[in-house]
């Protein structure tokens, strides 16, 4: 669409895979397909048709409707990006309006004038809001008698097969996981004071909300394989919590809501292990030992990135751009910089989004309702916090990889589990794991190979074929067809 029309911007919005909606893309590429959702062929087609769903709802019905008609004055910035903007247009110098010690300095920040964000970023953080009360609603209609009959009965259920074989293994004791809570915990108290990070007492905080949000979620992800975070719950806790305070605010949302990721990753790695009837002292084991050691070896990689690419993290430094970086630091001075006092305060334009927390609340009812009372109709399908889930990773996760992700589940969970269902069963899941592990392994080699070579330039090689989506907005400049 961007060669038929190279100067229009609105087709370039509407177009662009990264900075646009991502309409019209299509591509055979397994990395644009899979690194951000995830294998296509490990969700439930009816799960990734409720994804899809919202996305489509968010990202190509509300977003044009409130964009093009200039909602919030947001007309003269960019479709899509979680940069940070004055009420003209211009980027946002956070240095403007910060103390020597990192903090919001009031007096500046009134003289340097409001921060304003793009109007899909700010919905998708009502949409949020509106996420974390639909999930506690819908698991309290669904399966709160469940959960509480379970939580009753655990010592008492039946064993099935692989409890009984598993029973030849010795368990891990108690006291193991206790010992490693109190080590971590203390620890964390202990760096969290020592470098004045946040008080201790917000770390206990932080540690109340995963143990809140873990069983929920932990649901959601097991019917769907779509995990919601709480990424927007735990930066408005603590930005109302310590405002001004952007280092506060992301140590907090990390204790709080990779926390809850981690321990969903060990109990999924630990259910695995159960059903290959790995011993269960073996599995703890190897799952700290890789803890520990994927941490020294993450965080030497990141700074011998930073200290070897030349302007890392910014459009110049493509392809090392870190979108998903560059929207955690975005959200730092929405939340803890300036805070979500000032954010969605009375005199804020992005104040009414606060009301979808009862939207939110209200949403699943008429759903569940309509399950309970026709149980084999189409509403059986609807999964309200899986199709909302999708607005949380908007951004940074480019429109366009959403798309061909559902192409691909189209393709292999609907149709090849349809019509070729006995070929599905034999290959899918190896095909899955095949084509996982040649991109990992064709990307080192490439990386080793080309990483300073010169490449042929040609038309299909340019990194962008859509720049107007990612230079302003359809305000500041007439859209003409060319």
């Known amino acids: ?14 177009s662009d895979a990264y900075n646009g909606l991502g309409m019209m893309n299509f591509t055979l590429d397994w990395s644009t397909i899979s690194s951000n959702m995830g294998s296509p062929i490990a969700y439930p087609w009816v799960m990734a048709c409720n994804l899809f769903a919202g996305f489509v709802i968010v990202m190509w019905i509300i ?34 309006i910060m103390t020597s010690d990192q903090h919001l300095d009031e007096a500046k920040y009134a003289e340097y004038g409001p921060v304003r964000m793009t109007f899909q970023f700010a919905i998708s953080y009502g949409i949020g809001f ?31 097969i ?134 020294f070896i993450e965080l030497a990689v990141a700074y011998w990135l ?7 993290c910014t459009p110049e430094g493509y392809p090392f751009t870190c979108i998903s970086a560059n929207t955690f630091y975005s959200a730092s001075v929405l939340w803890g910089l300036i805070g979500p006092a000032k954010l969605f ?50 951004p940074p996760m480019p429109a366009a990889s959403v798309v061909n992700w559902f192409i691909g589940c189209f393709v292999f969970n609907y149709i090849l589990h349809k019509y070729r269902n006995t070929w599905w069963q034999r290959y899918a899941f190896s095909l899955s794991a095949g084509l996982d592990s040649g991109l990992a392994i064709s990307g080192i080699i490439q990386f080793g190979i080309f990483a300073k070579a010169k490449m042929p330039q040609w038309w299909g090689a340019d990194t962008n074929h859509c720049p107007l989506a990612a230079t302003g907005g359809f305000l500041n400049r007439p859209a003409t067809a060319s």
């Not at 669409?1 to 509407?14: E, S, T």
């Not at 639909?134 to 099935?160: A, F, K, N």
């Not at 939207?359 to 899986?386: D, E």
Request: include cysteine.
């Open 162 to 295: 692989h409890m009984k074989l598993m029973r030849r293994y010795e368990e891990v004791p108690h006291w193991w996981y206790i010992v490693l809570f109190v080590i971590t915990f203390t620890t964390s108290i202990v760096v969290c004071e020592v470098y004045h990070m946040m008080p201790w007492y917000w770390v206990i905080i932080s540690t109340i909300v995963p143990l809140v949000f873990t069983v929920p979620i932990g649901i959601i992800q097991a019917i769907s394989n779509q995990q919601p975070g709480l990424n927007v719950i735990t930066e408005f806790i603590i930005g109302y919590g310590m405002p001004g305070n952007p280092i506060a605010n992301v140590t907090f949302k990390v204790y709080g809501y990779i926390t809850m990721t981690q321990a969903l990753n060990l109990v999924s790695d630990l259910k695995l292990g159960h059903y290959m009837k790995i011993p269960p002292r073996h599995m703890f084991v190897v799952q700290l030992a890789g803890t520990i050691l994927a941490s």
């Open 306 to 312: 930073m200290n070897t690419v030349k302007n890392i």
């Open 130 to 160: 509106a996420a974390i009360i639909t999930l506690l609603v819908y698991i309290g209609l669904h399966y709160g008698p469940e959960i509480y009959q379970r939580v009753r009965q655990s010592r008492e259920m039946e064993e099935d």
């Open 63 to 96: 977003t044009p409707i409130g964009y093009y008609s200039n909602t919030w004055n947001t007309g003269n910035l960019p479709i899509y990006t979680a940069h940070l903007f004055k009420t003209n247009g211009s980027a946002y110098d956070i240095h403007q």
């Open 345 to 394: 305060g009375t005199s804020s334009p992005y104040h009414p989004v606060l009301y979808l927390f009862f939207v939110g609340a209200i949403l699943p009812v008429p759903v569940w309702y309509l399950q309970k009372r026709y149980p084999q109709s189409f509403w059986r399908h609807i999964n309200i916090p899986v199709a909302i889930s999708i607005a949380g990773a908007m």
């Open 1 to 14: 669409m961007c060669y038929i029309a190279p100067k229009n911007v609105i087709v370039h919005q509407l």
